[in-house]
T-cell receptor, first 109, second 112 residues
């Protein structure tokens, strides 16, 4: 099935550093979603974006809906150990919701 | 309870067993989903129910049988599974189909 290209696949950073990850697609989406999954748990919705160019924040997290509607970015500022997990993007239209392959984030103290 | 709940959280079964996974959503949503998540693979959508009707079945083997008795409950009946079916099975719900989905904690299934 169709997938979103998410990069990087994994990141190893030091506590306090900023993090950037992105998601790209060959298709246009009406909505972009970002989820975080902790080990052994289900994904938790972090941010939802509904409009091209939209920039939305949730605490230390900021996500943007790309102007072309084919990409989205997630930034985490001043990372902390509990940011560890897998981050998934998802693009949505009325007929489908497609998930990215995930970015695994490790934060070292 | 709030959100999306799943039981059991962990399940170990033999290939000849029959078991069922249960999902319940307390969000008043109209659509429910089953996903399979295997190690190092993307989320695989298995089934979609909208207003209690199955609207999507993504080539899932017949040894997996979903049931949606009402808009709040979703089951996944399992029989004669294979070891490669071992995975985390996630349930999700959304207000409308393919809107923001809210996930349950998952059932970790191991088939021996």
């Amino acid at each position: 099935g169709q997938q979103l290209n998410q990069s990087p696949q994994s990141m190893f950073i030091q506590e306090g550093e900023d993090v950037s990850m992105n998601c790209t697609s060959s298709s246009i989406f009406n909505t972009w979603l970002w989820y975080k999954q902790d080990p052994g748990e289900g994904p938790v919705l972090l941010i939802a974006l509904y409009k091209a160019g939209e920039l939305t924040s949730n605490g230390r997290l900021t996500a943007q809906f790309g102007i072309t509607r084919k990409d989205s970015f997630l930034n985490i500022s001043a990372s902390i150990p509990s940011d560890v997990g897998i981050y998934f993007c998802a693009g949505s239209n009325t007929d489908k919701l497609i998930f990215g392959t995930g970015t695994r984030l490790q934060v070292f103290p | 309870e709030t959100g999306v709940t799943q039981t059991p959280r962990h399940l170990v079964m033999g290939m000849t067993n029959k078991k069922s996974l249960k999902c319940e959503q307390h969000l008043g949503h109209n659509a429910m989903y089953w996903y399979k998540q295997s190690a190092k693979k993307p989320l695989e959508l298995m089934f979609v129910y909208s207003l209690e009707e199955r609207v999507e079945n993504n080539s899932v083997p017949s040894r997996f049988s979903p049931e949606c008795p009402n808009s709040s409950h979703l089951f996944l009946h399992l029989h004669t599974l294979q070891p490669e079916d071992s995975a985390l099975y996630l349930c999700a719900s959304s207000q409308e189909r393919n809107n923001e989905q809210f996930f349950g904690p998952g059932t970790r299934l191991t088939v021996l």
